[in-house]
């Protein structure tokens, strides 16, 4: 069974930085695209993130773009998202999920960010 | 970026009978491969999404056959046949042809 275990979550306060994780089990870490979406209190989704299975390749929105930073280290099956600078506008449920076929077939539980002074 | 629109945004439906839901893509979703990457996820009240239909019209693993996905071009349909009481949720659309992806807004589907 896929599993992805996500943490990291929290209050922070405007200007501050967090590290989300993400450790996945069940399949092959190491050959599949990685993605983090993100989802405001009551709103819907956005894709924040994309990262190749090598590291190699990472993509962003705009508006994460110079501020958050994805990555991954495969010999611990693990998945982060680096968020720097954070503002009240970044106050959402990040999910990392997986891809397959540009689909997305397996989510985390999903943590909270809160930044709020 | 692509802008992905829904509709309707809200569905209520009597148990049984069929509902659809509408996405519309700004622009086509047809890659230079002839690919089209538009799927369909569904979010049941606090819980993280799940996904339903992958490529237009490919139901996922454990994802019942109730569920179809249909279209082309600029133009999806998710189509429910007979609608169960577990089905109620928010629906998104999702394009992946172009980066960034991007979500329809989410259609709300109730039970009267």
Known sequence: EVQLVQSGGGLVQPGDSLRLSCVVSGLTFSSRWMTWVRQAPGKGLEWVALMSPDGGQK??????????????????NSLYLQLNSLG???????????????GLDSWGQGVLVTVSS | DIVMTQTPLSSPVTLGQPASISCRSSQSLVDSDGNTFLSWLQQRPGQP??????????RFSGVPDRFSGSGAGTDFTLKISRVEAEDV??????????????????????IK
């Open chain 1, 88 to 102: 009240a506008e970044d106050t959402a449920t990040y999910y990392c999920a997986k891809d397959v076929e540009r």
């Open chain 2, 49 to 58: 999404p799940r996904l339903l239909i992958y490529r237009v019209s490919n």
């Open chain 1, 59 to 76: 993509f962003y929105v705009d508006s994460v773009k110079g501020r958050f930073i994805i990555s991954r280290d495969n010999s611990k």
């Open chain 2, 89 to 110: 949720g928010v629906y998104y659309c999702m394009q992946a042809t172009q980066r960034p992806w991007t979500f329809g807004q989410g259609t709300k589907v109730e």
